[in-house]
């Protein structure tokens, strides 16, 4: 039986305590018990816990060490821009089970979804529930990390090795650029919106130190270019 992992900030001693949000989880949707086994993760390392108590915190005791955090490979930071609900939601799913480190957002022309600066909270306290999950499901040591939006003025300064997704771009592909840029301590990843970045944007972005790259002859959804990306990154990456 797979053994359900949860993250927390908490510990004491040799107790881990894990969210107040987790509890209904834990106790009714998995229907735990005292003396049911759980891993956690705390600070970049997985134990194997043991519930010890279940009243409004679950609180465990450690048992093992079961993994710690050995990544070689730099972060991986992803600049996607705002979209709707479900295809959102799809990326930052799937984009955490595929080792993405942070998830910038970036307001483009050509995006369907203009930001509401009134919903800020509730939007990056749901991303952010989404992006846990996935870490939970996929078995990671690490959340990634989701920020607010950025005009592309606030990305001139950022460092690092930056791939620019483009469908004006004829050669220069993903491999070549991946197989160019072995190593990094940082890599930026930006993907376009529906019908692409502008003539402007892709200019503003080459100024900016980014790297224009070709995903071949197919025009991909755009919830499938982040997908194809970090694949390609951890295929590159896998020893």
């Given at each position: 039986?797979?053994?359900q992992?949860?993250?927390?900030?908490?510990?004491?001693?040799n107790?881990?305590?894990?969210?107040?949000?987790?509890?209904?989880?834990?106790?009714?949707?998995?229907?735990?018990?005292?003396?049911?086994?759980?891993?956690?993760?705390?600070?970049?390392?997985?134990?194997?816990?043991?519930?010890?108590?279940?009243?409004?915190?679950?609180?465990?005791?450690?048992?093992?060490?079961?993994?710690?955090?050995?990544?070689?490979?730099?972060?991986?930071?992803?600049?996607?821009?705002?979209?709707?609900?479900?295809?959102?939601?799809?990326?930052?799913?799937?984009?955490?089970?595929?080792?993405?480190d942070?998830?910038?957002?970036?307001?483009?022309?050509?995006?369907?979804?203009?930001?509401?600066?009134?919903?800020?909270?509730?939007?990056?306290?749901?991303?952010?529930?989404i992006?846990?999950?996935?870490?939970?499901?996929?078995?990671?040591?690490?959340?990634?990390?989701?920020?607010?939006?950025y005009?592309?003025?606030?990305?001139?300064?950022?460092?690092?090795?930056?791939m620019?997704?483009?469908?004006?771009?004829?050669?220069?592909?993903?491999?070549?650029?991946?197989?160019?840029?072995s190593?990094?301590?940082?890599?930026?990843?930006?993907?376009g919106?529906?019908?692409?970045?502008?003539?402007?944007?892709?200019?503003?972005?080459?100024?900016?130190?980014?790297?224009?790259?070709?995903?071949?002859?197919?025009?991909?959804?755009?919830?499938?270019?982040?997908?194809?990306?970090?694949?390609?990154?951890?295929?590159?990456?896998?020893?």
């Open positions: 039986m797979k053994v992992r949860y993250f927390t900030k908490e510990k004491q001693g107790y881990l305590l894990l969210n107040e949000k987790d509890t209904p989880h834990i106790s009714r949707v998995m229907r735990m018990k005292v003396g049911d086994h759980v891993e956690v993760v705390y600070d970049r390392v997985a134990y194997e816990c043991e519930i010890v108590e279940m009243e409004k915190q679950v609180v465990t005791t450690i048992k093992k060490v079961l993994e710690k955090n050995t990544q070689k490979r730099g972060e991986i930071v992803l600049l996607i821009p705002l979209l709707k609900e479900q295809k959102l939601d799809y990326i930052l799913q799937k984009s955490t089970e595929l080792g993405v942070q998830i910038w957002f970036i307001d483009t022309t050509r995006s369907v979804v203009k930001w509401d600066h009134k919903k800020t909270n509730k939007k990056l306290e749901r991303w952010s529930t992006v846990k999950e996935a870490s939970e499901q996929s078995k990671r040591l690490t959340i990634p990390e989701i920020r607010g939006v005009a592309l003025s606030d990305l001139k300064n950022i460092e690092g090795v930056k620019l997704c483009s469908t004006r771009e004829p050669k220069n592909n993903v491999k070549l650029f991946l197989q160019n840029h190593k990094y301590d940082k890599m930026f990843i930006a993907v919106p529906e019908g692409g970045f502008t003539l402007q944007e892709e200019n503003t972005f080459l100024e900016m130190g980014f790297e224009a790259v070709t995903l071949g002859s197919n025009i991909l959804r755009v919830e499938t270019v982040p997908l194809f990306c970090l694949s390609a990154v951890i295929y590159e990456n896998m020893e």
